[in-house]
């Protein structure tokens, strides 16, 4: 189920980043009271009531010719574009502002649903400051407070009137989707048409051809597979190109979109920090994940140059210590078909439920090699486990104290699980309840 998308859009400096850090509970956002200091859109999830939503802070637009705010206008019209309801945000203490009656002017073009709100509303004797505001034509105003934290609730209610019907093309669970992600072009287009055998894709040298997700259907040994393709992530803080309607958000989309994620690697630039980051949207997100290392055939090549390149991998990915390499070339199209029956292994992982009392003889026997270690004279006491979750794979543990449960005695509780039961390519998660 893909989320909606909330944009957060105004000119500079009336509290975007602070409303933004507000509604996701967390200073994710940079706030600092001088204009233009969000340079980027940045992304959180958030939720409110039985609401789950993707947030979008942006930089304001302003009428000027400072440095970077032809950039953070482009931002701001992507985010725009890619929204489902946008907070148009203004500054009741500054009242209504030519820079924004700009914005209501852009947002007419939108024709998405927009819903106002006057910041700096920090207490009730400052709601007469509103009504200037409802020249800009966008309907009736709600007065908030960032710093305080006012009138989010009743802003919130408002948007969610808005977000779509719940609802997105349903494959079956018989079909396994999966997403190809990664850096502008490290071959991922090519990769799709490399294992459809012909050009459904565009293929291009410049990075960040493929501007949307593209869902194509396929069938490998009657399993049917949905490919969901993405543009690349660019990296965090390069200006973005005018032509450039892409952002991570689409990304991210399809991750939710899939059950399984592959992290398309480029062998000639080799491993990048930005590589990392990437997968770690897909391990956060909870998806099966598998490492590709694509253009393999641009490489000389021995006969340890493939053992050199995994542990490498091993050693800059830490956390996908599960996840399953696999190098191809899109070119020559080597080694493109074994993807599909890796792919299947993972979705099978991915979805793979332990009998409770199965699973309980396995943490016994863990506990009883290696106990937990002693906290200021108290022991953590595991009880019972059961899984309660697939997609991914979640374990609930029963103990006497949750906050005994150390996050080195966690992973020790996930390794052994892992050496017991065949989750290669997902990863799991172990919560500590306390027993009731």
Same mark, same amino acid.
């Given at each position: 189920?893909?989320?909606?998308v909330v944009a ?179 071959? +991922?287009? %090519?990769?799709?048409? #490399?294992?459809?055998?012909? &050009? $459904?894709?565009? /293929?291009?040298? =410049? ?37 450039? +309607?892409? %952002?991570?958000?689409? #990304?991210?989309?399809?991750? &939710? $979109?899939?059950? /399984?994620?592959? =992290?398309?690697?480029?062998?000639e630039e080799g ?16 998806r099966g994940v ?23 991998? $091993? ?122």
């Open positions: 189920m893909t989320k909606p957060i859009v105004g000119r500079p400096n009336v509290g975007k980043s602070t409303i933004f850090n507000r509604i996701v509970g967390e200073r994710v956002s940079i706030v600092e009271d001088v204009p233009g200091v969000t340079r980027d859109r940045i992304y959180s999830s958030a939720e409110w009531l039985t609401h789950d939503f993707s947030i979008i802070d942006t930089g304001g637009i302003e009428l000027s010719d400072e440095p970077f705010l032809e950039q953070i206008k482009q931002q701001a019209e992507v985010a725009m574009e890619e929204a489902d309801v946008i907070i148009f945000l203004t500054n009741g203490r500054e009242g209504v502002t030519a820079a924004d009656e700009y914005v209501a002017r852009i947002l007419y073009k939108t024709k998405k649903p927009v819903v106002l709100a006057v910041n700096k509303i920090d207490n009730p004797d400052m709601r007469d400051m509103i009504y200037d505001f409802y020249a800009l034509g966008m309907g009736e105003p709600f007065p908030i407070s960032g710093s305080h934290g006012l009138g989010l609730g009743d802003l919130l209610d408002e948007a969610a009137k808005h977000f779509p019907e719940e609802g997105d093309e349903d494959y079956g669970d018989e079909v396994i989707k999966f997403s190809l992600i990664g850096r502008p072009n490290v071959g +991922k287009s %090519s990769l799709i048409n #490399a294992v459809l055998g012909q &050009e $459904r894709v565009i /293929v291009s040298d =410049v990075a960040g051809t493929t501007r949307d997700a593209i869902d194509t259907r396929y069938t490998v040994d009657d399993q049917e597979y949905v490919m969901i393709d993405t543009a690349g992530m660019r990296k965090k803080g390069k200006v973005y190109e005018s032509t450039e +309607k892409y %952002s991570v958000l689409r #990304a991210l989309k399809a991750i &939710e $979109r899939s059950d /399984v994620v592959l =992290v398309v690697l480029n062998a491993i990048q920090e930005q590589d990392k980051k990437i997968a770690g949207y897909a391990h956060e997100a909870g598998i490492i590709v290392v694509n253009k393999w055939d641009a490489l000389e090549k021995d006969e340890k140059t493939m053992n050199v390149f995994t542990q490498q991998i $091993r050693e800059h990915f830490l956390f996908l210590d599960y996840a399953p390499i696999v190098f191809v070339s899109a070119k020559t199209k080597q080694r493109v078909h074994s993807i599909f029956p890796v792919i299947q292994r993972v979705s099978e992982n991915h979805s793979m439920r332990i009998q409770s009392s199965i699973l309980n003889e396995v943490i016994e026997d863990a506990v009883a090699r290696n106990p937990a270690p002693s906290d200021k004279g108290k022991r953590l006491r595991i009880y019972y486990a059961t899984q309660v979750a697939t997609r991914p794979p979640t374990f609930v543990v029963f103990v006497n104290e949750p906050e005994l449960m150390h996050f080195s005695y966690n992973r020790f509780l996930e390794n052994r699980i892992r050496e017991a039961f065949d989750f290669e390519g997902t990863p799991i998660k172990i919560i500590a309840r306390a027993r009731t």
